[in-house]
């Protein structure tokens, strides 16, 4: 569903940055091998500023209804047990509990469970490659942009002590996905994945209302463009940062991980058309919207900063003052490489000696240009990227349990 527009012009984020981001998006560029950009996809990224999820925000209005006697009123405890059983399973569901399900669970013809499986298993045998890349290139890369980056600053996400709960709870949320089933309809990833999408509206409508976000400069809180562009880090992006750890992804494999993520930006509301089917696709669609951001705000240096600070508050076995610095240390050594120099600028991290970088690489030698290309050895790389998908949620977790936070009206 294409949501309609919320909004008639352009915020002032839009474009503000051509020449700088065009000299950051040239990789892509050549990679796409785009001339030009496509002027109608330019004015669509800057109209997709002011939209946002409208199934979400129809049930996020039915939820802040004041009455709490209007049969209309959608309660957090009806969310969840629509969420566990089904809208049939809540008495007298408000309709727009019930429409919200009806389109979550509506299934598009062009989902395969089948290829969605394939995905989830090539997923999950990046190993902690995937969670290497997704931390470093798509979160804290995505920081030298302004915009969601500010609105994590406005919610707290990503400051002070919630860092590592709110990294945990993305990481919790990227492994669920990946399970076996997991986004067959009573599937954790299928249910964390709806669970998302109603905490995105709710933040949207908060922030649209309350008079603390300037719409003008930044667009809706949580808008069609941010989402659609914070997916194709998870899938583009993730893909071409794996291979520059020296992995080597089929084209097979390439267009079934390509398949579960667009199932899952379908459940989250990113509209249809912005979905895509391949690689060439999104690199495409990722230059888009690269050239079309802002520069980095002034929120982008204390997120990045945050994270990296966070490692040696993770949670270590033992020894955890070293570990921590260790990991800490890493993590600017692999900034280094997938940002370079102008990147830590922006961020104003130290740049650090990409070290850490050849013992992935040499690693990754062994088990993806050797391993991963019999039955055998792609079995043990399962194994292995389970093992790295558990470690790494203790790391985050450590003794609380593994689950998304609570929900808030």
Not at 277 to 306: C, K, M, W
């Amino acid at each position: 569903m294409v949501a309609q527009p919320a909004l008639a012009s352009h915020p002032r984020r839009f474009m503000a940055a051509p020449q700088r981001n065009r000299r950051v998006g040239r990789p892509l560029r050549l990679l796409t091998k785009t001339m030009r950009p496509d002027p109608e996809l330019v004015e669509l990224i800057g109209q997709r500023l002011m939209q946002r999820d409208e199934v979400g925000a129809a049930l996020v209005r039915a939820m802040r209804i004041g009455d709490a006697e209007d049969p209309e009123r959608v309660t957090m405890g009806q969310f969840k047990t629509a969420l566990e059983c089904g809208a049939d399973a809540v008495p007298d569901c408000p309709r727009a509990l019930r429409e919200f399900f009806a389109e979550v669970e509506r299934i598009p013809h062009w989902v395969d469970m089948q290829l969605i499986n394939e995905g989830a298993a090539a997923y999950r045998r990046l190993g902690s490659n995937a969670a290497d890349v997704m931390l470093q290139l798509s979160l804290i890369g995505g920081y030298r942009f302004g915009g969601p980056a500010d609105l994590l600053v406005e919610t707290g996400g990503l400051t002070g002590r919630t860092t590592v709960r709110r990294l945990a709870e993305t990481q919790k949320w990227a492994v669920s996905v990946s399970q076996p089933d997991a986004m067959q309809r009573q599937g954790e990833g299928f249910k964390l994945t709806v669970h998302v999408r109603l905490m995105h509206a709710l933040v949207n409508h908060q922030f649209e209302t309350n008079g603390r976000w300037e719409i003008d400069e930044w667009g809706l809180p949580i808008n069609q463009t941010d989402q659609a562009s914070t997916l194709g880090l998870f899938n583009g992006a993730l893909l071409l940062g794996v291979r520059l750890l020296g992995v080597r992804v089929s084209k097979s494999e390439s267009k079934a991980i390509m398949h579960l993520w667009k199932y899952v930006g379908w459940l989250m509301g990113v509209d249809e058309d912005w979905l895509c089917d391949n690689e060439a696709q999104q690199h495409r669609l990722n230059y888009h919207f690269l050239i079309t951001q802002s520069t980095v705000s002034a929120a982008g240096p204390p997120l990045a900063q945050a994270i990296v600070d966070a490692q040696r508050f993770l949670h270590y076995p033992n020894m955890s003052r070293i570990r921590g610095a260790y990991q800490r240390a890493r993590l600017l050594s692999m900034l280094s490489y997938f940002l370079r120099g102008e990147g830590m600028r922006d961020l104003e991290l130290p740049r650090s000696i990409p070290w850490a970088v050849l013992p992935a690489l040499a690693k990754n030698s062994v088990r993806y240009q050797v391993l991963s290309r019999t039955r055998f050895g792609r079995a043990y790389l399962l194994r292995w990227g389970d093992r790295s998908s558990e470690k790494l949620l203790t790391k985050y977790f450590g003794a609380q349990k593994h689950d998304v936070g609570q929900l808030a009206v």
